[in-house]
């Protein structure tokens, strides 16, 4: 039986207290201001702290964060901002949230969490009062000097379905106690608020002119200076907008249903935040900057200006018979041309897990498209003088893994160029680590030793300077890979995949680390979760297939998966290498010996006993040891490959 999937989280649930009451009063009503509070104030907020919309029921959120602070830190600021938006509601119209928090281990299922964690924190919302929140004792301990609220102890609290009684906390959000205190229920909290509340609001109106005036004088400054040229070309840098930035505008749904016009706002809100998710080296912009833009014709050129992005996403939603479609177009803004499109499908009657897979396949697609488009353009201004550090860093990612051979060494150094720009661009420490991994496995003759601990410096620069960059950890992943540190390695693929759930990549590395475990049928699970995600099959999945498969000695199962990832990745010997092996183990003699010749072409140096030392050093498990020589290294002979 396969072994759960499971992790520590902090978990948060909330539901509008009285929703039936309030949906029966004004069912459109409360619907459009739920939706309002949603795209304004909450989903913002859990993007801004790295949240995960785990799934939304018709009037409540699951979210999951990887940090505790983050999770109550989010919480309160969204509690506090429905205060102030409440404040000129009649109180018999006003949605209020009640919100619970706990930390505690989950099972993984796809993209929903299940387990005593989430039980509990859903108790904990159920205890909570409208507008309020009620955490763990767990939760405030971990937050204890942390968060800018007072706690009051609610003391031990039987609830269903959980066994043993709760230590409950309110948190008091009028306190701003920066110690986390807990105060006594009943403590008389609200007498201090109107004592000296008048006074925090002055300083709050007076700071916010303040903010108010800067943020017009820096939006009339940007955007007067990213028009374009007269003669149509890209300004200079400093003027045009950032790489890799894009603005995820709201999706058209002209006579959808009700169902199709929250579904066209859950997507573009969940995109964004599964885009800016995986590209924090780009920039999304918020969603209240593009709310306005919603049931309105736009132009490119000026949405681009205005947002200072280069790129939209656009889309609408419509009614097929069955179907729900859903048409997607990403568009650079200096010319407005279409550079990529999507058409996805979803049935009428659908679950939260249809749109779930929906989401998670388009940011995935789009993040791809997003950053490939960019790798085109910084690739026809290369030797620019008005290159950005990023700029740098994409024209580096074209050599490195687009091309074949020395190519690591050019990529190398436009990477340490874009380090000296700027030195704290992760992107470019993440991409000058990766071409310590192709010197590696390009050059039996180099200093591996040398090179694998270049590698972790990198890596370990990385993380601290992105903590929440799962690409970071990713790559830490295959430093400590490199290092021989099994079990810290699986900690970082772990890590990334927290961070970044919807990664077809993390998942199919996920499954590589099995194979090294020399334990490579529990690798399936991880593809399978991966196809999930995109039925297309992108390079990740298949490359990892092709791995997977030859150490499990399904060859004619490899051989098709192999010869995708060559057809994706033409550039890359190791893969004609898996290839040649599964030809030959499943006795294709021909195509066996196409490849080999492709592969001696890529690498003229290639040989049995030159190149297996690199396998060997990535694990000393006997399993692996063992399927390597058998598996792939005898195909190779079989294959008639240079010894």
């Known amino acids: 039986m396969a072994r759960d999937q499971r992790r520590l989280a902090a978990i948060v649930s909330g539901d509008v207290a009285g929703y039936s009451r309030l949906m029966g009063?004004?069912?459109?009503?409360?619907?459009?201001?739920?939706?309002?509070?949603?795209?304004?104030?909450?989903?913002?907020?859990?993007?801004?702290?790295?949240?995960?919309?785990?799934?939304?029921?018709?009037?409540?959120?699951?979210?999951?964060?990887?940090?505790?602070?983050?999770?109550?830190?989010?919480?309160?600021?969204?509690?506090?901002?429905?205060?102030?938006?409440?404040?000129?509601?009649?109180?018999?119209?006003?949605?209020?949230?009640?919100?619970?928090?706990?930390?505690?281990?989950?099972?993984?299922?796809?993209?929903?969490?299940?387990?005593?964690?989430?039980?509990?924190?859903?108790?904990?919302?159920?205890?909570?009062?409208?507008?309020?929140?009620c955490v763990s004792a767990t939760v405030r301990e971990q937050t204890h000097g942390k968060i800018d609220a007072g706690f009051v102890d609610n003391g031990d609290q039987r609830v269903k379905n959980i066994a043993q009684p709760i230590r409950v906390f309110s948190m008091d959000l009028?306190?701003?106690?920066?110690?986390?205190?807990?105060?006594?229920?009943?403590?008389?909290?609200?007498?201090?608020?109107?004592?000296?509340?008048?006074?925090?609001?002055?300083?709050?109106?007076?700071?916010?002119?303040?903010?108010?005036?800067?943020?017009?004088?820096?939006?009339?400054?940007?955007?007067?200076?990213v028009r374009g040229r007269a003669d149509g070309s890209l300004p200079l840098r400093g003027t045009q907008p950032p790489a890799m930035s894009v603005a995820v505008l709201p999706f058209d749904t002209a006579g959808a249903s009700v169902a199709d016009d929250h579904l066209a706002e859950t997507l573009r809100s969940d995109v964004a935040m599964g885009i800016a998710r995986g590209m924090r080296s780009g920039k999304v912009v918020s969603d209240g900057l593009v709310a306005g833009y919603k049931n309105k014709a736009v132009d490119a050129r000026s949405a681009g200006r205005d947002l200072n992005v280069r790129y939209l996403i656009t889309g609408d939603i419509r009614s097929a018979g069955e179907r729900t479609v859903v048409n997607v177009q990403l568009v650079e803004t200096f010319g407005g041309t279409q550079v990529w499109t999507d058409r996805l499908e979803l049935p009428q009657h659908r679950d939260l897990s249809d749109e779930a897979t929906l989401v998670s396949s388009l940011a995935l697609r789009l993040r791809g498209a997003i950053t490939q488009a960019e790798r085109r353009r910084a690739k026809s201004t290369a030797g620019s003088p008005d290159a950005s550090a990023m700029d740098l860093v994409l024209q580096a990612d074209v050599l490195l893994f687009n091309s074949e051979g020395q190519s690591y060494r050019e990529a190398r150094r436009l990477y340490d160029e874009a380090i000296r720009m700027d030195p704290g661009l992760t992107a470019a420490l993440i991409g000058r680590a990766w071409t310590f991994d192709h010197e590696i496995w390009n050059d039996p003759r180099a200093d591996a030793e040398r090179l694998a601990q270049e590698f972790d410096r990198d890596s370990v620069r990385a993380v601290e300077l992105d903590p929440k960059d799962a690409l970071s950890w990713s790559m830490r992943e295959t430093a400590l890979a490199w290092l021989g540190r099994r079990d810290a390695a699986k900690q970082a693929n772990a890590m990334a995949r927290q961070l970044d759930p919807?990664?077809?990549?993390?998942?199919?590395?996920?499954?590589?680390?099995?194979?090294?475990?020399?334990?490579?049928?529990?690798?399936?699970?991880?593809?399978?979760?991966?196809?999930?995600?995109?039925?297309?099959?992108?390079?990740?999945?298949?490359?990892?297939?092709?791995?997977?498969?030859?150490?499990?000695?399904?060859?004619?199962?490899?051989?098709?998966?192999?010869?995708?990832?060559?057809?994706?990745?033409?550039?890359?010997?190791?893969?004609?290498?898996?290839?040649?092996?599964?030809?030959?183990?499943?006795?294709?003699?021909?195509?066996?010996?196409?490849?080999?010749?492709?592969?001696?072409?890529?690498?003229?140096?290639?040989?049995?006993?030159?190149?297996?030392?690199?396998?060997?050093?990535?694990?000393?498990?006997?399993?692996?040891?063992?399927?390597?020589?058998?598996r792939l290294l005898a195909g190779l002979r079989k294959a008639g490959v240079p010894e």
């Open 25 to 133: 009063r004004d069912e459109s009503g409360t619907l459009a201001a739920l939706k309002a509070h949603r795209r304004e104030l909450i989903d913002p907020k859990i993007a801004e702290y790295d949240g995960r919309i785990v799934k939304t029921t018709g009037d409540g959120l699951l979210l999951e964060f990887p940090s505790v602070v983050d999770a109550v830190r989010c919480s309160v600021e969204v509690q506090r901002g429905m205060a102030e938006r409440n404040e000129s509601v009649a109180a018999d119209t006003r949605l209020a949230f009640r919100i619970g928090i706990n930390v505690g281990d989950i099972i993984i299922d796809g993209d929903d969490i299940f387990g005593d964690g989430v039980n509990v924190a859903a108790r904990l919302q159920e205890l909570a009062e409208p507008g309020g929140i």
């Open 174 to 225: 009028k306190s701003t106690a920066t110690s986390g205190s807990i105060t006594p229920a009943g403590f008389p909290t609200a007498r201090l608020w109107r004592k000296h509340g008048l006074y925090f609001l002055v300083s709050v109106a007076t700071l916010a002119l303040v903010a108010g005036v800067t943020v017009f004088i820096l939006n009339r400054g940007v955007d007067s200076g």
């Open 502 to 630: 919807m990664s077809t990549m993390l998942l199919s590395d996920a499954a590589w680390e099995t194979l090294l475990d020399g334990e490579p049928d529990k690798g399936i699970a991880f593809l399978e979760q991966a196809r999930a995600i995109d039925p297309n099959v992108g390079l990740s999945i298949a490359w990892t297939t092709c791995f997977l498969e030859v150490y499990r000695a399904n060859y004619s199962i490899a051989a098709p998966s192999c010869e995708k990832t060559v057809l994706l990745y033409p550039g890359w010997w190791l893969e004609y290498a898996f290839l040649t092996a599964a030809l030959a183990q499943s006795n294709n003699a021909q195509k066996a010996a196409q490849s080999k010749a492709a592969l001696l072409k890529l690498k003229p140096d290639f040989s049995i006993r030159g190149y297996s030392p690199i396998l060997m050093r990535l694990s000393a498990d006997p399993e692996y040891r063992h399927f390597t020589e058998e």
